[in-house]
């Protein structure tokens, strides 16, 4: 018990095989991560902005019709 048996060695090249081979998986899931972090803050920062004041002029004509 303790040390590592050929099963115990397999099991961690078979995952290290699924998790770095082929053409960096990681890294595209890190990038479609990055993705949406940064859509989801643009979400957040377009919600924030306030509306479009109203021009001076048109703040005028409707208290005058008041």
């Given at each position: 018990m303790?040390?590592?048996s050929?099963?115990?060695i397999l099991i961690l090249a078979l995952v290290?095989?699924?998790?770095?081979?082929g053409r960096?998986?990681?890294s595209d899931l890190m990038g479609d991560?990055?993705?949406g972090i940064?859509?989801?803050r643009k979400g957040l920062t377009?919600?924030?902005?306030?509306k479009s004041i109203?021009?001076?002029?048109?703040?005028?004509?409707?208290?005058?019709a008041h």
């Amino acid at each position: 018990m303790g040390g590592l048996s050929i099963w115990h060695i397999l099991i961690l090249a078979l995952v290290a095989v699924v998790l770095f081979g082929g053409r960096g998986k990681i890294s595209d899931l890190m990038g479609d991560f990055a993705k949406g972090i940064r859509s989801f803050r643009k979400g957040l920062t377009e919600d924030e902005q306030p509306k479009s004041i109203s021009s001076p002029s048109e703040a005028n004509k409707d208290q005058a019709a008041h």
